[in-house]
């Protein structure tokens, strides 16, 4: 597999807002990972939006976490993609499949920030695939975010995506454990509802001090 350069990669981030970078760790580093996290009290986590759970700073508490906060190279692409570039935290998102309760990781489409730039990082724990919650993303959607109506918390409407949103440009990310996703999310994204299975991610929050 190609193994992708930094510039494409900025490239990438700056057309589209978002990058997979693959086999970015091994599938023992993802186990090693779950395997630190099965150690946490299950009362450490905290409910999300959509009903995920949640840990967070996750990195004060296991190496794997903040091995991820620390990596240098997700940090130099953070650091030339824009001023949204100090790691202050990794948290873990969990999505567990519940039979007849809809869940998913963020509570539907929404932008982070109104602001020019928000960048997060994120590793797959596990496999993902279509049924059970992949993070999805609108590609070359930053400039329709201030056109498009919005709710509490930027949140936006299935209706409006369905009415304003090129379907080609949903992306689905689909991939297997090890895989690093990079992303703008001052374009509009969300957690897809889990059907199945089980979804575990680790998400390196970025912020402007400026």
Same mark, same amino acid.
């Given at each position: 597999m190609k193994v992708l350069t930094k510039e494409? =990669? *900025?490239?990438?981030?700056?057309?589209?807002? &978002?990058?997979?970078?693959p086999d970015f760790w091994t599938k023992e580093k993802c186990e090693n990972a779950l395997e630190e996290l099965s150690q946490i009290p299950p009362q450490a986590f905290e409910g999300g939006q959509g009903g995920d759970k949640r840990f967070q700073h996750t990195n004060r508490y296991i190496p794997s976490a903040q091995e991820?906060?620390?990596?240098?190279?997700?940090?130099?692409?953070?650091?030339?993609?824009?001023?949204?570039?100090?790691?202050?935290?990794?948290?873990?998102? =969990? *999505?567990?499949?519940?039979?007849?309760?809809? &869940?998913?990781?963020g509570g539907g489409w929404h932008?982070?920030?109104?602001?020019?730039?928000q960048f997060k990082a994120f590793m797959y724990l596990t496999d993902v695939n279509e049924d059970n919650g992949p993070f999805v993303f609108v590609k070359?959607?930053?400039?329709?975010?201030?056109?498009?109506?919005?709710?509490?918390?930027n949140r936006i409407t299935e209706e409006t995506i369905n009415e304003r949103i090129k379907e080609e440009d949903i992306i689905e990310c689909v991939a297997p454990a090890g895989t690093c996703i990079l992303a703008d999310t001052t374009f509009v994204h969300r957690g897809k509802q889990?059907?199945?299975?089980?979804?575990v991610v680790y998400t390196t929050y970025f912020y402007d001090r400026g």
């Open positions: 494409e =990669i *900025l490239k990438s981030l700056r057309e589209d807002g &978002i990058t997979f970078i991820f906060l620390t990596n240098s190279f997700i940090q130099e692409i953070a650091n030339e993609y824009s001023e949204c570039n100090d790691a202050d935290r990794v948290m873990t998102t =969990i *999505l567990n499949h519940i039979p007849n309760k809809k &869940i998913d990781s932008v982070d920030s109104m602001e020019s730039h070359k959607s930053k400039g329709l975010v201030d056109d498009l109506p919005m709710h509490d918390n889990i059907e199945n299975g089980k979804r």
